[in-house]
């Protein structure tokens, strides 16, 4: 028992330094998911470079061959000299009308990330992008997918998940039941 504590302690430690490490080179992840007959773009993370330089105002929920944008009402534009695909390969395909939930978040591949308005760099971001009726096929998107884009003194790193197989699915949560089933009967 005392060695399972201090195997918890030592990694609860590194994952701690790790973070507070990690932290200078905070960024936004993007992750996209099939879920049911939908495609969800799920974001989170910091801006850790921003300047409020152009106040805008409408409804930008797409996502293009060079950009992402989950915008509703006020929101505020950070332009930069430049934001590339520094690796993997993102969507071919334009989508259009989806459905934003949670903050503020986009960016364009030619020249500026947007965010809620007065956002100060280093803020957290969470939100995502909802698109109807949409899968990875048809979005442009292959499963495993993933890159970044960065510019400007940020980085956008983007995953596309795999889809997990219904029986794969059964077998991690079977295994999950029975490591809460068998630690109750060791307490």
């Known amino acids: 028992m005392k060695t399972t504590k201090k195997v918890a302690t030592l990694a609860a430690t590194l994952i701690t330094i790790g973070s507070l490490v990690g932290g200078a080179n905070a960024a936004m992840t993007m992750t996209i998911n099939e879920v049911g007959n939908d495609l969800v773009f799920s974001y989170s993370g910091t801006l850790d470079s921003w300047t409020s ?44 009308g989806g459905v934003k939930s949670g903050d503020n978040f986009g960016f364009d591949g030619s020249y500026w990330y947007a965010s809620g308005p007065l956002y100060t760099a280093g803020t957290q971001i969470t939100g995502s992008a909802t698109y109807t009726n949409t899968s990875y096929a048809t979005a442009g998107f292959t499963i495993g997918d993933s890159g970044s884009f960065s510019g400007g003194g940020n980085t956008v790193s983007f995953q596309v998940a795999a889809v997990p197989e219904p029986s794969s699915a059964l077998l991690v949560g079977l295994g999950a039941l029975s490591f809460v089933v068998r630690r109750r009967r060791t307490n």
Do not use: E, K, M, R
Not at 58 to 79: A, C, E, K
């Open 53 to 96: 330089d152009s106040p805008s105002s409408g409804t930008f929920v797409q996502s293009t061959p060079s950009n992402f944008y989950s915008l509703t009402g006020d929101h505020d534009d950070y332009i930069t000299s430049g934001i590339v695909l520094d690796s993997g390969n993102w969507t071919s395909t334009s989508l259009s």
